[in-house]
Structures are given as structure tokens and as C-alpha cells.
């Protein structure tokens, strides 16, 4: 009698590992990709009909509503202002700048930022308004 080995067979199989790790890289590239134009401080920004697009890599200035400033998302006094943008144009080829104001903002307080943006080193200046649509 013939003994006869059961041969295992190999069972094809679809390695899932690579196409998690795609997918995963597309998932991280879409989140930080639609959060570029976005302000980490809620500001009610002022309405414009006509507007245009500012550079993606600019840096962030916002003031809020109670008039704190916040220089890319970290508060910052008036005083200290015009040196912590100075730092933060120090990394950047690009010296434009973007100010988030919240509406009800006073004009002068605006115009002292800008003012300090300046002394700062910021070359240009673009003030961000949402468009009547957004409203």
C-alpha cells in the first residue's frame, strides 16, 4: 500500500499591509491638506464681494474678539508682537503675512498690528474676509 503525503498547498493570498499603509498616507495628507485655510481662533470675519487668494505658505496673524492676538495660532501680547514675528519671518523666505480679525475689532487696534507686523518684517500685508456666500 502507497502511502501518499498530503502536500500543502499554498493558498494564495492578498497581502493588505502595503494598501493599509497607502491608505493611511492618503487619509494624513487629505486631513492636513483641507485645514490650510482654516483659523484655529473662531473669528467672525468681515464680509467682501471682492477678494482674492492669498499665498499658502504666508504667516498667520488673528485677533479675536476680545482682542487678543495670536501669531500662527499661538497668543502673543502687543508688546512682545513685532519680535515674535521677526522670529517667525526668520524661518520663511516668504515675508507676507495673512490678519484674521474678527469684525468687531476696533480700527485702531488693527492698524497697531499692522503696524507691528511691519516693524516685524512682514512685507505685505492681506487681510482675510469671508465672502458674502459664506455669510
Known amino acids: 500500500m502507497k502511502n501518499y503525503v498530503k502536500r500543502h498547498e499554498r493558498v494564495p493570498t492578498v ?30 470675519l468681515p464680509a467682501s464681494s471682492t477678494g482674492t487668494t492669498a499665498p499658502v505658505h504666508t504667516l498667520g496673524v488673528t485677533v479675536d474678539r476680545a482682542g487678543v492676538v495670536y501669531v500662527n495660532d499661538h497668543a502673543v501680547s502687543d508688546s512682545e508682537l513685532s519680535s515674535v514675528i521677526r522670529s517667525a519671518l526668520s524661518k520663511e523666505s516668504n515675508k507676507n503675512a495673512v490678519l484674521y480679525s474678527d469684525e468687531t475689532v476696533p480700527l485702531g487696534k488693527i492698524v497697531k498690528i499692522m503696524d507691528a507686523m511691519n516693524a516685524g518684517g512682514v512685507e505685505n500685508v492681506a487681510v482675510k474676509t469671508s465672502t458674502a456666500a459664506e455669510d
Not at 487619509?27 to 483659523?39: A, Y
Open 15 to 44: 497581502s493588505i499591509t502595503s494598501l493599509i499603509d497607502i491608505i493611511f498616507m492618503l487619509v494624513i495628507f487629505f486631513m492636513i491638506g483641507s485645514t490650510f485655510d482654516k483659523t484655529a481662533v473662531p473669528v467672525s
